[in-house]
């Protein structure tokens, strides 16, 4: 038995399918095998163990293996050295909050992310920790330099961001924080690793929501962040064995298999998402659309360089309509879901926006309410007819 040791020598390709599988050393298996165990048999002498630490397989909180595979094929992935695998995107945004913020310390966040990072670092750590924040246009390169302080200890920027699919230069965003010694983490969610990976463009701490792209099935949560080891020990320590966001094994079992096809549902979503952009330009009912790969997007030029594999599957886009018209639009719809979330096989659709309290960040044109739109793997023609039957459908001319 000749073990793969597949490493980032390997294609993209070969290491999603290959990364972090090899044969089962007890059965032969050609499938690491999902282990739904708590505890893990411990030495003669097990005094010299640490109950805190991760290197010894104690107990499924501290590390378990199926979440040992998956960490090895998402480092793998990003070209990251080290990664922990969390129980969902938000344990990970939490974990990495968590880990290096503390009393007295100032966060920069762009003023476009998921909602849960807006929360945690606009109210909660604010309110328990007396952690200072400044939300600033993380598209404006101006605008970040202008908001740090000397007391800066991490800039968090989410690019494309959720839900306004805003760009943020990671590379230019790295050099800011690192010359004031504070850290750079990015969330990648929208993009994946197949489009883009943080690391390589100096980002100290990459985070996933497994749940999206990477999973890919809708069906199993889970979140990650990649880094150098030292930074990712100490999120294991702080957020997975000693606040408890561990990831259940069948989960990480389920997303270690989602992610296998990851590079070959990328290429579709790209290829799907920047068509129905162009569609959705043409029509005179859409007041605005917002895509990467569209060259109208402001920094249009900053996610070619960044985002190699492609735009991402998730756009966001207005009508000239009324709140009504918006949801009878979705109603009528019969082939994407009305649904939250992304990055799923099927194609999900929200309309958001209208009575959101962060509508003050937002460009001028979100105001109106807008739709995020997470392109599945249906046929792009047959995703383009059902808004176009929609929108007939429900009067809007
Ligand atoms: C969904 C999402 C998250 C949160 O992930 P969960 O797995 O749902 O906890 C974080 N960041 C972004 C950009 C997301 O889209």
């Known amino acids: 038995m000749n073990p793969k040791n597949i490493d980032a020598a390997f294609g993209f390709l070969t290491r999603a399918v290959h990364g972090g599988n090899e044969t089962d050393t007890e059965t032969g298996a050609i499938r690491r095998p999902i282990t739904m165990a708590n505890s893990y048999e411990l030495p003669y002498d097990p005094s010299g163990i640490n109950w805190s630490g991760s290197d010894a397989s104690i107990y499924t909180r501290n590390g378990g293996a199926n979440q040992r595979y998956l960490q090895e094929k998402l480092a793998l992935l990003h070209n990251a050295p080290d990664c922990v695998v969390l129980a969902s995107g938000v344990a990970a945004l939490a974990g990495v909050f968590f880990t290096f913020l503390k009393s007295g310390d100032h966060v920069v966040m762009s003023d476009s992310t998921y ?37 800066t200890k991490l800039v968090h920027i989410e690019t494309p961001s959720n839900p306004t699919i805003k760009i943020s230069d990671i590379e230019a965003i790295a050099e800011i924080a690192h010359a004031n010694g504070a850290l750079l983490s990015a969330d990648n969610t929208f993009a994946s690793p197949y489009n883009q990976r943080p690391f390589e463009f100096g980002a100290d701490l990459t985070i996933e929501s497994l749940t999206k792209y990477i999973n890919g099935h809708g069906d199993a949560m889970g979140g990650a962040v ?44 790209n290829e799907s ?26 920094n249009h030029g900053i996610a070619a360089r960044q985002m190699q594999g492609g735009f991402g599957g998730v756009l966001a886009f207005g009508l000239n309509t009324d ?30 926006g209208e009575n959101d309290e962060r509508q003050y960040l937002y460009g001028d044109a979100f105001h109106g309410g807008f739709f995020r739109l997470s392109a599945g793997l249906e046929d792009t023609d047959d995703l383009i007819y059902d808004m176009e039957q929609a929108l007939k459908s429900a009067g809007i001319v």
């Open 115 to 151: 909602i849960a990072a807006y929360r945690l670092i606009n109210e909660l750590f604010p309110e328990k920790f007396g952690v200072e924040k400044t939300l600033a246009d993380s598209a404006d390169i101006e605008a970040v330099k202008a908001a740090v302080k000397p007391n």
């Open 226 to 269: 990649l880094g150098e080891k030292a930074l990712i020990d100490r999120i294991r320590g702080q957020a997975m064995v000693n606040l408890g966001g561990a990831i259940s094994p069948f989960n990480a079992w389920l997303i270690m298999r989602g992610a296998v096809t990851l590079p070959l549902r990328m290429r579709q979503h």
């Open 323 to 352: 709140h009504d018209g918006h949801n009878r639009f979705v109603d009528r719809l019969r082939i994407i879901t009305n649904a939250v979330s992304l990055g799923h096989d099927e194609s999900l659709i929200v309309f958001l």
């Open 273 to 298: 998402a920047q068509k129905i952009a162009e569609f959705l330009q043409t029509l005179p009912q859409v007041r605005f659309v917002a895509y990467p790969g569209l060259p109208e997007h402001k």
